[in-house]
């Protein structure tokens, strides 16, 4: 099935080298010799482990970093691409596709750091890894897809050795956080506790489906169009996909004179996502080779926005996800907290009101609703979890309303708890990446079911 949006003309963001890969992808020629640097990030250690791997590595990745100009949003975005192992060796193979969402970058906002050029911005945004660069680098989703994927893992022990292997390398090349666990602390979290927690590593393990994994950009726009429709922000000087900024392109939006969100951060952003995966299927070098079978998935912020679109949507998406997400907006209530912790939200379920108290800026309690997971699967008359549908979050979250509206969320479809206990390398159940990371082995295998269900 074809999205069933406006075709529009798109602007791709290549450079010259990027127009090339494109024409060599197209005719089936590219190979790991042609990846390139990421072009914001070009130090990142993991980085340039997976888009730009030494013929010394023993795994390697098909990761793509690519842009694509979106006339919603007015400005080129960037995505990283996740490509199956023999996406090249079997041109005429076609694959679903996954799309990931990040969840909230804290780093647009805080009280240490005033960017005063565009340079300093990505430095800071670099550090930081956030935002389209999340499941990547945070939750090494690319070491975990292909793991998955490598039939040459017959054994739950096979896949938890695979595991081992690969953080181990990772490691070596300087692409494993400082702080972080043991390749094989890291492994046996995915595996023995969470993928296969109560059977025998000597049992058989079935690959998942390939597919193509995409990771956009959502900003912090809570990939919900702002319904206010006012520009809080002067124009963008800088329209490229590296997220660059002046000092005046930030708003002061607290009543203390240090707090600021980035632009780029409010607009249509559902209807961005929606244009993004238009993009991939009839205008990306990929077309031709994706299945319009899709999956969705999230965590965080980016989990409520895979529940709220699937829900929304649910012609276009066969597979949802959600890992710590926001499945119950309406608990979000407190304007004071909303203006200084995550003040997107107040702007773009409400109005906000810069360098005022908070009691002058107001939430859009109808927009709410209209976008809340909880209500979205009330009105859609689902009394029990379809099997489409993975959801689940820490016992630690440490934010009330996640917890909370996940149990909504459960005690609207009749289900029991799909909270994760504390469990060994798993971030201690919390709101963190090592969490997310330890349940991601689960959430790919939920899509991998459905897809082999729907995908002939």
């Known amino acids: 099935m074809r999205l069933a949006i ?52 023993k795994f390697q990745y098909l990761v793509r970093y690519e842009t694509f100009f979106s006339n919603v949003l007015g400005k080129e975005k960037g995505f990283l691409i996740i490509l199956p192992e023999d996406f090249y060796q079997n041109p005429q193979m076609k694959y679903p596709v996954l799309s990931l969402l990040h969840g909230y970058n804290f780093q647009r906002r805080g009280l240490w750091w005033k960017v005063h050029s565009p340079e300093k911005a990505t430095k800071m945004l670099c550090e930081v890894k956030e935002e389209e660069y999340h499941w990547l680098i945070h939750e090494d989703i690319a070491l975990l897809a292909y793991a998955l994927m490598d039939s040459r893992n017959r054994t739950y022990r096979d896949l938890e050795r695979s595991l081992e292997e690969r953080f181990q390398e990772l490691s070596i090349y300087g692409g494993l956080a400082k702080g972080d666990y043991r390749p094989k602390e890291i492994a046996q979290s995915i595996v023995s506790g969470n993928l296969h927690p109560k059977g025998d590593l000597g049992d058989p393990f079935h690959p998942i489906k390939r597919m193509v994994i995409v990771l956009p950009d959502g900003d912090n726009g809570f990939y919900t169009d702002e319904d206010e429709g006012k520009r809080l922000f002067p124009e963008v000087k800088h329209q490229g996909a590296c997220d660059q900024f002046d000092a005046g392109e930030a708003l002061n939006y607290s009543i203390l004179p240090f707090l600021y969100m980035m632009p780029g951060a409010l607009g249509k952003h559902e209807s961005y996502f929606l244009e993004f995966l238009h993009y991939i299927e009839s205008h990306s070098s990929y077309r031709g080779r994706v299945l319009p079978k899709r999956g969705l998935g999230g965590l965080s912020m980016g989990g409520f926005g895979a529940v709220k679109l699937g829900l929304k949507y649910p012609h276009l998406f066969q597979s949802i996800s959600s890992q710590s997400g926001l499945l119950d907006i309406a608990l979000l209530q407190n304007k004071f907290m909303l203006k200084m912790i995550m003040p997107e939200f107040l702007e773009v379920f409400g109005r906000l009101e810069p360098q005022k108290l908070p009691s002058g800026s107001s939430l859009d309690l109808q927009h709410i609703q209209e976008n809340n997971p909880l209500t979205l699967v009330q009105k859609l008359g689902l009394r029990q979890s379809p099997h489409w549908l993975y959801f689940d979050y820490g016992k630690k979250e440490g934010f009330e309303g996640i917890a909370m509206g996940n149990h909504n969320f459960e005690k609207a479809l009749n289900e029991g708890s799909h909270q994760i206990p504390v469990q060994p390398f798993n971030g201690k159940s919390k709101h963190n990446n090592q969490f997310w990371r330890s349940r991601s082995g689960n959430m790919l295998r939920h899509h991998s079911d459905v897809f082999q269900k729907e995908v002939k």
């Open 6 to 57: 406006p075709s529009r003309k798109f602007q791709k963001g290549y450079s010259l080298w990027g127009v090339a890969v494109c024409c060599l992808s197209l005719l089936g020629f590219i190979s790991d010799a042609f990846a390139a640097d990421h072009p914001c990030c070009p130090e990142d250690g993991e980085l340039s482990y997976l888009l730009s791997p030494k013929t010394s590595q």
